[in-house]
């Protein structure tokens, strides 16, 4: 069946460095891949998305690339805060199944000071 | 966007009793669907609520232990049956508006079961 595999796990990195988290997927109907942000007790919120037809994005300090050929997308978050500390959940939609969303694992990102 | 909003927001429950969790939208969408999120763990679909008809439900997952109903275009329930502690979780509703692929959460019911 679909599968998306997020890695890494965990990401520990200095403020104001950048972060990158990756993503590939097996479907290769796939064409809609948002990234969501979930703090701790909150919902998952998100962050930015991009569809099958535009190789990159990009939005103040977050950026996502997507490439079709290799089945991989990634997202970047430059320069980064505190406040980017969550985890974050890459996502790519179900073959032909308007709307249903298959999720990678997550990836835990702290940000210290 | 869309304004989302779920009740309750937390429960404890005893093994065998069931749940209704309810999802309420502030305008019309096009797709309801709802999500599983254990402890810890990523989101699993566990169906998506089709207006006024059967539920699509995802594979693991069936009707009797999770029906679901969704008798218009901003409403929707999933009823957690005959629980067990296994199904303590975060069970969350999500939209989608219009012809967009956009999705959006609503703030998650946190179930334990006792």
């Known amino acids: 069946g679909e599968n998306v595999e997020q890695h890494p796990s965990t990401l520990s990195v200095q403020e104001g460095d950048s972060a990158v988290i990756k993503c590939t997927y097996s479907?290769?109907?796939?064409?809609?891949f948002p990234w969501y942000k979930q703090e701790l007790g909150k919902r998952p919120q998100l962050i930015i998305d991009?569809?099958?037809?535009?190789g990159e994005k990009k939005d103040q300090r977050i950026a996502v690339t997507l490439n079709k050929t290799a089945k991989h997308f990634s997202l970047h978050i430059t320069e980064t805060q505190p406040e980017d500390s969550a985890v974050y959940f890459c996502?790519?939609?179900?073959?032909?199944?308007?709307?249903?969303?298959?999720f990678g694992a997550g990836t835990q990102v702290v940000v210290t000071p | 966007s869309a304004v989302i909003s779920q009740k309750p927001s937390r429960d404890i429950c005893q093994r065998g009793t069931s749940l209704t969790i309810q999802c309420q939208v502030d305008?019309?969408?096009?797709?309801m669907f709802w999500y599983r999120q254990q402890p810890g763990q990523s989101l699993t679909l566990i169906a998506t609520?089709?207006?006024?008809?059967?539920?699509?439900?995802e594979s693991g997952f069936v009707i009797d232990k999770f029906p679901i109903s969704r008798p218009n275009l901003t409403f929707s329930t999933l009823t957690v049956s005959n629980m067990s502690p296994e199904d303590s979780s975060i069970y969350l509703c999500?939209?989608?508006?219009?012809?967009?692929?956009?999705?959006?959460f609503g703030p998650g019911t946190r179930l334990t079961v006792l």
């Open positions: 999500s939209v989608v508006k219009g012809s967009t692929d956009t999705q959006y």
């Open positions: 479907d290769s109907a796939s064409n809609y």
């Open positions: 991009i569809r099958s037809n535009v």
């Open positions: 996502a790519a939609s179900i073959g032909d199944s308007w709307g249903k969303l298959q």
């Open positions: 305008s019309q969408v096009t797709m």
């Open positions: 609520a089709n207006q006024g008809s059967e539920a699509t439900y």
